[in-house]
């Protein structure tokens, strides 16, 4: 499968704990976003690489949300002491050059309890 | 801020019936995406449109992009129940580079079809 690939699929945690997502994008894909999407809602833009850099964060994401890219490959997104606002499906979108398509993972969604 | 209104929100119709949901803002795209998704599922690219005016079809979907490239729509024809589900429309600002490519998502129209 070469799709966009996204780990864990679902997270259940307690709340003050911390979470990391990973996101592994299309092989030949630069540009990496994540965004996040409550129920009911589209998706909302959170960030954005090209390559290793992040070149956009969104006022979304607070100071308990930090994102990387290290090797301009995979990603992660780690939310420190969880809030149960925190609780939505975090969705990893790749594309391969600017205004072309962005291809979605499947997501993560995660509950705080 | 670029906001993308979508309508209706909800749809709920019967096997064979035609319909049409809307995307609409007052700022111009320079590329506007249909997305499909499903429940517990992440967005399924179904068409991009560039042009204004631009019109394509893909079996019984049509998707048409406003001449201003300020609104576009999506049109069914002879609905099945597995056209179910959630489209949403999304749009790249036309800001040049510093748009980033991010996408600007409407709300979504939650489409259930009725065999």
């Known amino acids: 499968d070469t799709g966009v690939s996204q780990n864990p699929r679902h997270k259940i945690t307690k709340r003050g704990q911390n979470v990391t997502f990973r996101c592994d994008p299309i092989?030949?894909?630069?540009?990496l976003y994540w965004y996040r999407q409550t129920l009911g809602q589209g998706p909302e833009f959170l960030t954005y690489f090209q390559n290793e850099a992040q070149l956009e964060k969104s006022r979304l994401l607070s100071d308990r949300f930090s994102a990387e890219r290290p090797k301009g490959s995979f990603s992660t997104l780690e939310i420190q002491r969880t809030e149960q606002g925190d609780s939505a499906m975090y969705l990893c979108?790749?594309?391969?050059?600017?205004?072309?398509?962005?291809?979605f993972g499947q997501g993560t969604r995660l509950t705080v309890v | 801020t670029q906001l993308l209104e979508q309508s209706p929100q909800f749809l709920s119709i019967q096997e064979g019936e035609n319909l049409t949901v809307y995307c609409n803002s007052s700022?111009?795209?320079?590329?506007l995406q249909w997305y499909r998704q499903e429940p517990g599922e992440g967005p399924v690219l179904l068409v991009t449109v560039v042009t204004g005016g631009e019109v394509k079809k893909l079996k019984r979907l049509t998707f048409q992009f406003g001449d201003a490239r300020k609104d576009s729509s999506l049109h069914i024809t002879a609905a099945q129940p597995g056209d179910t589900g959630l489209y949403l429309c999304a749009g790249i600002a036309n800001a040049g580079g510093t748009s980033y490519g991010k996408l600007t998502f409407g709300q979504g129209t939650i489409l259930t079809v009725h065999p």
């Open positions: 700022s111009v795209f320079s590329s």
């Open positions: 979108a790749s594309s391969f050059r600017l205004n072309t398509e962005a291809f």
């Open positions: 092989s030949e894909h630069n540009r």
